[in-house]
């Protein structure tokens, strides 16, 4: 019989959890946020490549097949990639230049701040967003750690919430969710709830799988049979169940409640400032995100409102 290492792994974590806990709350919080500005400069090139590298994937799929048509569907005046394009490689660079960033170039809001914002090499503007999104995962990350304390519960909340904001800038930009966040979402979830102290009952947490996946399929069927229009993405069906598997199915109610009103009242917003046609589908994963994220850390307090 092979020995086991999770006794092993359980006494080192244990003991790198209780030095932690053991450092002054300054030194705890500023961990915290430059660990969350550094997985928020990763989650950058998520949102950014992860699009390009699914692209490149269904445009070699369909080269495969019918190689006129891949042709057709590409931009000539697109920049040119790399034969090697992911997460890793190649290294940042400038969108319009090309310039490779350097490593103080590439440190996460210092660099935004110390270049006013603009490349080094070829000045054009670089976009707030970058350092928005580091912030936010910053944010994220002592919010974390206020919320569940030094255990693995707070990286574990992190984790959720770095997927969440990468997940919603996406489907912000492209109108999709993709399967690569969504589902391994899902099973996190259920496996974070598979012992004793996780988020929700494992019970708690299939049932809400299971629900938040065909709530939003009959939602999705009901529309479509009634107005003869699709009126959300399977994306969307995937991450409320993964949502219900993170927070169990009573969280299910509260989450869709605050999606959809938050999804309204940005809708009525933008169409009032004829950003948007009242017709126009807008993006329900941002909602849908920001309904967990305050259900994470809020809990329900809309059931007491209502009884």
């Given at each position: ?7 092993y792994?359980a ?16 030194a ?10 550094v ?19 269904w ?28 997460l ?62 030094p ?8 984790g959720l ?5 990468a997940?919603?800038?996406i ?90 009103i ?17 017709e ?19 809990g ?8």
């Open positions: 019989m092979l020995p086991s290492f999770e006794p792994v006494d080192h974590a244990g003991v790198y959890l209780q030095a932690f806990a053991a450092l002054p709350a300054a705890k919080y500023g961990f915290a946020v430059v660990f969350g500005l997985i928020g400069s990763f989650l950058t090139v998520v949102v950014h490549r992860l699009p390009i590298m699914l692209e490149r994937a445009r070699a799929e369909i080269e495969a097949t019918d190689a006129k048509d891949a042709h057709s569907e590409h931009d000539p005046h697109e920049r040119p990639l790399p034969v090697r394009y992911n890793a490689v190649p290294r940042s660079g400038c969108p319009h230049c090309g310039h490779t960033l350097r490593a103080w170039e590439n440190i996460p809001v210092v660099s935004f701040v110390l270049l006013r914002g603009r490349c080094a090499k070829c000045g054009a503007p670089v976009s707030p967003r970058y350092p928005l999104i580091e912030l936010a995962t910053a944010l994220f990350a002592a919010a974390s750690l206020y919320a569940f304390g255990d693995w519960l707070a990286l574990a909340a992190f919430c770095a997927t969440l904001l997940m919603s800038l489907d912000f930009d492209t109108k999709y969710l993709p399967d690569s966040l969504t589902l391994p979402l899902l099973w996190a979830g259920l496996i974070i709830n598979l012992g004793d102290g996780g988020f929700a009952p494992l019970r708690d947490a299939v049932i809400g799988a299971i629900a938040g996946y065909l709530f939003l399929w009959c939602v999705y069927w009901i529309f479509r049979l009634v107005r003869g229009v699709e009126g959300m993405g399977y994306g969307d069906f995937k991450l409320l169940a993964a949502l219900g598997a993170w927070l169990g199915w009573m969280a299910l109610p509260q989450i869709l409640m605050v999606s959809a938050a999804g309204a009242l940005v809708g009525l917003i933008a169409t009032w400032r004829k950003r948007m046609r009242f126009e589908p807008l993006p329900f994963g941002p909602f849908l995100a920001i309904g967990g994220a305050l259900t994470l850390f809020f329900t307090p809309l059931y007491a409102l209502f009884g």
